[in-house]
């Protein structure tokens, strides 16, 4: 049986011959044959424990029975403590999932203080069988049907290939003592469930099932390679990026053969949960939008615009410039030089007349009410009115910029519209950078 492993790990993970790993270990029998195995092949590891306090005294034994394997082997070993319950509670999330943020948390601030280069993970066939099962009963796409990456960053999962019987076999082969949670054998968790009820049914009807289902995990994963494919073309045809806003646009999404799919693939990766109303953009209103947890998809006109959610209002904020400054990077970059005449202009620059301007000048973003005298038109008009005309998105007015006079006189709409009623001489430059 080491021959097997040895040379799975030889052809397969060589590339962690010079590196250095960290190997979460439970006291299990998977993570600990993980561990003695890595260990006979003389690579360089260290071991990850968490102390989940769910067991009560066996959680404790648990962390013992690893530092004596910490010491038998002569690893490095790191700890941790957590008060999962509390966390699970506070952040509302499931024991479960409570756990495994925690650990692969702790697991990625190893990583950055100690220059480990990955993380191993014991999980194994069945892990992955199981999970498959999990996430066929929650519903789930394709992406949920690829069971378990082998590597996911710096996540890698060395034992996935075998099963937990060939790995019982390979502990018994040597001698390995483990330490067997009790609550495994309960079939509280949706895990334990399969594991106990339903995967023995499924291995007395297919004997070879973890075979077909590897077999089948590669089909699904060469599909989903396609799929991949063909939306990197599809992104390429109808998306657009200004300004960190991706556009979307709308009539080359409904020429598509099944636009809520290609929606739900381009989208997915923002963590958006109400697809139903995503896809009801396409045909909804200017103005309506949907929510993820950090962003926004807007309808606007012909297009979608996806931006990330503000923090904070941002009609609250305003920034002032004293008379003396000469330059500010916050939350625009703007250049102020005296001149002794106007050279060339754009729309990235503006000249004004110095005397005029009442300080401490203020950039702020646009409120109702708002008005200026445009530069090249007649009369006053309404920041909305020309918000309107000039055709404006939503996200656009949001994320422009006002120039403003103490008093909250519009002196420039930034890289858009200069007032007239500022530029008698031209002896002051204001530039974007």
């Given amino acids: 049986m080491l021959q097997k492993f040895k040379k799975h790990i030889n052809n397969n993970f060589s590339y962690l011959r010079d590196k250095k790993l960290l190997?979460?270990?439970?006291g299990g029998l998977d993570s600990v044959v993980l561990q003695h195995l890595l260990s006979q092949l003389n690579f360089d590891i260290s071991l990850a424990h968490c102390n989940f306090k769910l067991r009560g005294k066996?959680?404790?034994l648990d962390e013992e029975f690893i530092k004596k394997i910490s010491k038998k082997y002569s690893n490095q070993i790191f700890t941790i403590n957590f008060d999962t319950n509390k966390f699970s509670q506070k952040n509302k999330l499931s024991t479960q999932i409570a756990a495994r943020q925690l650990r692969y948390n702790w697991f990625q601030e190893l990583i950055e203080k100690h220059n480990f280069n990955y993380v191993l993970t014991a999980h194994h066939a069945d892990d992955n069988l199981e999970t498959f099962l999990i996430n066929l009963t929650r519903g789930?796409?394709?992406d949920g049907f690829t069971g378990i990456p082998e590597k996911n960053g710096n996540i890698i999962r060395p034992l996935l290939p075998f099963?937990?019987?060939?790995?019982?076999?390979?502990a018994n082969e040597h001698k390995i003592e483990w330490r067997e949670d009790a609550s495994n054998a309960s079939t509280k968790y949706i895990r334990n469930k399969i594991r106990h009820q339903i995967v023995p049914i499924l291995k007395e009807i297919n004997p070879t099932l973890l075979n077909t289902f590897s077999n089948t995990i590669d089909n699904l994963q060469e599909s989903k390679q396609i799929i991949e494919d063909k939306i990197e073309?599809?992104?390429?045809k109808t998306i657009t990026s200004e300004n960190s806003i991706i556009k979307i646009d709308i009539d080359k999404i409904n020429q598509l053969s099944k636009p809520k799919a290609y929606l739900f693939q381009l989208l997915k990766v923002y963590n958006f949960t109400e697809w139903n109303d995503v896809y009801n953009l396409l045909s909804a209103q200017s103005g309506k939008q949907v929510f993820s947890e950090n962003y926004r998809l807007l309808k606007d006109r012909g297009f979608l615009l996806l931006s990330k959610k503000k923090p904070t209002s941002s009609k609250e904020l305003s920034f002032q410039i004293d008379k003396n400054q000469t330059q500010i990077s916050n939350p625009i970059s703007l250049v102020f030089e005296e001149v002794q005449q106007k050279s060339s202009e754009n729309k990235q620059t503006i000249y004004v007349d110095k005397d005029l301007l009442k300080y401490p000048l203020k950039i702020r973003k646009w409120q109702n009410g708002d008005y200026l005298y445009p530069q090249g038109m007649q009369g006053?008009?309404?920041?909305?009115?020309?918000?309107k005309d000039e055709k404006f998105s939503l996200?656009?007015?949001?994320?422009?910029?006002?120039?403003c006079n103490t008093?909250?006189?519009?002196?420039w709409v930034i890289n858009h519209r200069q007032d007239n009623r500022f530029i008698k001489k031209n002896n002051l430059k204001i530039t974007t950078t």
Avoid at 395 to 403: I, P, R, V
Avoid at 407 to 411: A, F, G, L, R, T
């Fill in 140 to 142: 789930t796409g394709l």
């Fill in 23 to 26: 190997i979460a270990i439970s």
């Fill in 163 to 170: 099963s937990r019987e060939e790995i019982f076999e390979y």
């Fill in 58 to 60: 066996e959680s404790d």
């Fill in 407 to 411: 008093d909250n006189e519009i002196i």
């Fill in 233 to 236: 073309d599809v992104k390429s």
């Fill in 380 to 387: 006053k008009k309404k920041l909305s009115k020309y918000f």
């Fill in 395 to 403: 996200l656009e007015k949001e994320n422009t910029w006002l120039l």
